[in-house]
């Protein structure tokens, strides 16, 4: 899977890239049937929110021209990605059993 991660108003250790990166990695396992080459971009972003400053995750995949777009947040950038990427995950199981149901 080709990704893309931007970090808006701050520079991503090379620890978090890892990260998002091999979690990316699992989803070509849901991919294979839909027989595809994916584009991911993830966007990270600082909100503040007082003193404690939250933590936002965008992730948009393109599938055959399909967007899936997911946004979550959480008070480290690993939690707000584990929850955007399995609601992610979730919507491509239910594309990927639509598309079957057809065929």
Do not use: W
Request: proline share 2%; no cysteine.
């Amino acid at each position: 899977m080709v990704a893309r991660i931007q970090s808006i108003h701050f520079n991503a250790d090379s620890k978090l890239i890892q990260f998002i990166e091999n979690k990316l990695n699992e989803l070509d396992h849901y991919l294979t049937s839909i027989n595809t080459t994916a584009h991911a971009e993830v966007i990270l972003k600082l909100e503040p929110k007082g003193i404690i400053k939250e933590k936002m995750v965008e992730l948009m995949i393109r599938i055959a021209g399909i967007p899936f777009n997911v946004k979550a947040k959480g008070k480290k950038f690993e939690d707000a990605f584990v929850k955007a990427f399995h609601t992610l995950k979730r919507s491509l199981i239910k594309h990927k059993d639509k598309i079957q149901s057809k065929h």
